[in-house]
């Protein structure tokens, strides 16, 4: 019996102008960019900007989680 | 210092026999249609209807907000 | 695969001197006199006033949902 | 035993750059200009914009309640 | 005035490689193979995992309800 | 000390077009007709249809709780 | 511009083996025994206890508001 | 290794004709004046009355954290 | 039929140095000090401090009922 | 691309008069005992019952979910 | 039609002396000596300690959101 | 009257194959191995996963707060 890795979770918002589905791709393929291990992510929240009487920003808040590694600084995402 | 712009959110269902995305668009299309202004939605509900085996309408409920003009009545949504 | 109807929700809020149940169903009626197509409601919140040692006034805020029709101007409830 | 009145909320957002209190006064008076009988506000969300460094905009969601009187439409606000 | 339908909700969570839209229509279809009569669902949670990069599995909860017809046995969903 | 028992909660709607009372009792007659050992319930939601200018069924969702006997299978309901 | 009133709210729950109704107007009676003041209620919780297929007791918890005279202790309910 | 102190809570309801900020410091005097070791307060709630086409008392609901010592009866707030 | 007992609900705050669950069970004890008649508990929030590395005291906010006897004051918790 | 598998969430409480962490895997292990394939679980709630100055039994509601293979009846936990 | 902009949000706590204003201004200038591109801000809880009697520190917990550069790493706030 | 410190809160999550009291004290342990003013932590949500009929993993997720100095990045956890 033993402790387990810890993970973080970042908050980030992807927008997107085409849909719901692409904003949230967006904002996990921006953390894989710098961030390592990524695990899970969590859908808190959706909502968007509207300009010409249709959306033009899908926006939705995501936690985004990643195992942090012995190493590693937690203060560092 | 000032005070700002008031904004109105009236709650709208959108519904669409395809995809949760175009019930999104079809709740702002339609609040278009009459309402000026336009500035941003919240996603509130997805839910939807089962007919056959497959869902046969999905249904979003959204706050969707805009501006209020200074001469307009905010009863008026 | 097409876009449906789209509803519109109002909050309203029933009084009864007499019960939580009468309280319901005072707010639908009263929606009911001015708005056409009624379709659902949901209970958000029970609560109420209390004088000489008992509830004088249930009241229970309800959203009711209504079609819009496709001519009608959606600011208008 | 009987019905008592209806009341009617409708959700307005205030802005203010000066502070949240405005932003909640704002939108209230914003309200009474076009609605009669306000009866009370619930502030649901308190948010805001960013700019220079400092908050540019307090933003506050008020669910403001008001008496329908007997032979309003209450699709008019 | 009479007694109706008594409905049982199931929570099922769709996965999909694709999509949030087929993570949900997939959960639908698979209750359907062996519940009769469903009726509606209600997204209750979206999330997913991650690999290599972007989400492998998009993952969607849903509270799936049907009718209990009067002589089934409401403990077999 | 010990594990005690472990009981099960399923979730139903049950409906009437008389009064909340009324869909929150046949909901849980219905749960008897074939689940043993109820112990409790839990009121989730309470909503329902609107017609002619008036609710025609009252729908409340209950979580229903009952304990599990050692020999049964939990996936039974 | 001042200071106005400060109320008091308990947590009480009512119960009764008739109804939901009942349940409520009992908690409110009970509180009015020794609390005087007493101003409003808001129902926070409905549940109850099931025994030979029906509920025995409904039970719902309330918050009872009441206004603190200046001279009294607010530790005193 | 051992138990610590107890906190009891309260919740009261400061009202201001003035400001959100003078009914939360409106509601802790007076939970001072007979209440000891006071400890913290949560904000619960903020809402408020409107006459005259302004809100004449803002109402927080705050909950208002003490320590408890050994010798005092936790019926006594 | 008739109106049942009536409990009253009292939030306390237990800590511990060692546990959550010490911190759950010293509430406990502490409320049985000084109230008769205990009847359930609910956990509201778990919380802690820190310091040199490591949770100091742990935090648990629960609600403790207890049946309030038919002399009794329930402003007296 | 392609849909995955679909996991089934059943609620269950699990039950201990030792501790919270007990009522967890009380709950588990009796799942395991007829259910196949459990893949996680989820705290939904965490109360019990208080008898003798002491919580007697602890009680944790949990969602727990496992995957439904293809040949399964959802119906059957 | 393209993804946009990925926003990342920070959760900080500001306190005041003074008042709940002064704490979301003081945490949103925090922000700002170190963090460029900030956008909005979310109060997600109000709270603070007392001592003598009043509130000594005014706490509020904000999310606070800014657009993140395309070389910027995410895992750096 | 002054500002005060600004504190951050980060989302970790704790693993344990032994409890969800040694989730939260691991996820603790790693914050302070690279975090200095680590101040209180909040339990956000308990799950885990499942294996062999018993828990092998308890997630515990977790806001820890920390005071941030003044000459700290706030982008530097």
């Known amino acids: 019996m033993a402790i387990g890795s810890t993970y973080k979770v970042v908050e980030l918002v992807g927008s997107s102008s085409e ?3 692409q904003a949230i791709d967006g904002a ?3 953390a894989a960019q710098t961030i390592r291990n990524l695990d899970w992510f969590e859908v808190r929240e959706i909502r968007g900007t ?7 920003w899908y926006q939705v808040k ?4 990643f195992r942090v590694d012995s190493g590693e600084d937690v203060s560092q995402d």
């Open 50 to 56: 509207i300009d010409g009487g249709a959306a033009n």
């Open 28 to 30: 996990i393929a921006r």
């Open 19 to 21: 849909s719901v589905q």
């Open 62 to 65: 995501l936690g985004i989680g």
